[in-house]
């Protein structure tokens, strides 16, 4: 809406904020816009001319979103928030929005600088475990105790490749010696129901049947 985009620039420029802030005027435009350069947040409207916000979010490549949504049309936001969006705005008929805009795109700013964090401290722990020379493994309760990350070590003594291991239908328990597995149950289900520590011994029987 061109009112709205000359009231956010105004607002912008009046209290100097520190944003830059480029304009796309049909979802095919930001599209293409997106793909030129790099952006920090994307401030989205829902009638885009040529598509909905909601159509134009899964193009934004992982840029997070600010929705921006009419008076009584929270229902669209919330709708946009399950798709990916970061957040959203109700525009009000006196503009009161303008004033909570910075805080929110601050706000948004900071949740993907932490994300991104978060994704390459993971990505450095996931590096040491995959290499690690004995059997690393993270899996959760249940079943047959599916494996969601293993190290190096697990497929070379297991015999099994790391899809194998990881596969849905397959799980630490058909690594476990038979006559070991209640044994192993039991204090798991014990770890795990006190949140504490364990130490454990239990027999690995690799795709070679040793």
Same mark, same amino acid.
């Given at each position: 809406?061109?009112?709205?985009?000359?009231?956010?620039?105004? =607002?912008?420029?009046?209290?100097?904020?520190?944003?830059?802030?480029?304009?796309?005027?049909?979802?095919?435009?930001?599209?293409?816009?997106?793909?030129? !350069?790099?952006?920090?947040?994307?401030?989205?409207? =829902?009638?885009?001319?040529?598509? %909905?916000?909601?159509?134009?979010?899964?193009?934004?490549?992982?840029?997070?979103?600010?929705?921006?949504?009419?008076?009584?049309?929270?229902?669209?936001?919330?709708? @946009?928030?399950?798709?990916?969006? =970061?957040?959203?705005?109700?525009?009000? #008929?006196?503009?009161?929005?303008?004033?909570?805009?910075?805080?929110?795109?601050?706000?948004?700013?900071?949740?993907?600088?932490?994300?991104?964090?978060?994704?390459? /401290?993971?990505? *450095? &722990?996931? %590096?040491?475990?995959?290499?690690?020379?004995?059997? @690393?493994?993270?899996?959760?309760?249940?079943?047959?105790? #599916?494996?969601?990350?293993? /190290?190096?070590?697990?497929?070379?003594?297991?015999?099994?490749?790391?899809?194998?291991?990881? @596969?849905?239908?397959?799980?630490? !328990?058909?690594?476990?010696?038979?006559?070991? !597995? #209640?044994?192993?149950?039991?204090?798991?289900?014990?770890?795990?129901? *006190? /949140?504490? /520590?364990?130490?454990?011994?239990?027999? &690995?029987?690799? !795709?070679?049947?040793?």
């Amino acid at each position: 809406d061109q009112i709205d985009r000359m009231a956010i620039e105004r =607002y912008i420029l009046r209290e100097r904020l520190p944003f830059e802030i480029e304009w796309a005027h049909s979802g095919a435009e930001a599209v293409q816009r997106l793909r030129e !350069r790099q952006f920090d947040v994307v401030l989205l409207d =829902y009638m885009l001319g040529d598509m %909905t916000g909601l159509e134009l979010l899964p193009e934004l490549r992982g840029v997070p979103a600010i929705f921006i949504s009419g008076m009584g049309n929270e229902e669209i936001a919330v709708r @946009a928030l399950h798709q990916g969006a =970061y957040d959203y705005i109700v525009k009000d #008929p006196d503009r009161a929005y303008l004033q909570v805009l910075p805080v929110i795109v601050r706000n948004v700013m900071e949740r993907r600088k932490a994300e991104a964090s978060l994704r390459e /401290s993971q990505r *450095k &722990i996931d %590096t040491l475990m995959r290499n690690l020379p004995g059997m @690393a493994y993270r899996a959760r309760p249940g079943g047959n105790i #599916p494996l969601e990350f293993v /190290s190096a070590g697990c497929w070379e003594i297991a015999g099994y490749r790391e899809e194998e291991l990881t @596969a849905p239908d397959f799980g630490l !328990r058909h690594l476990i010696v038979a006559e070991d !597995r #209640p044994h192993h149950e039991q204090v798991l289900r014990d770890a795990v129901a *006190k /949140s504490g /520590s364990y130490e454990l011994s239990y027999r &690995i029987q690799p !795709r070679t049947g040793t």
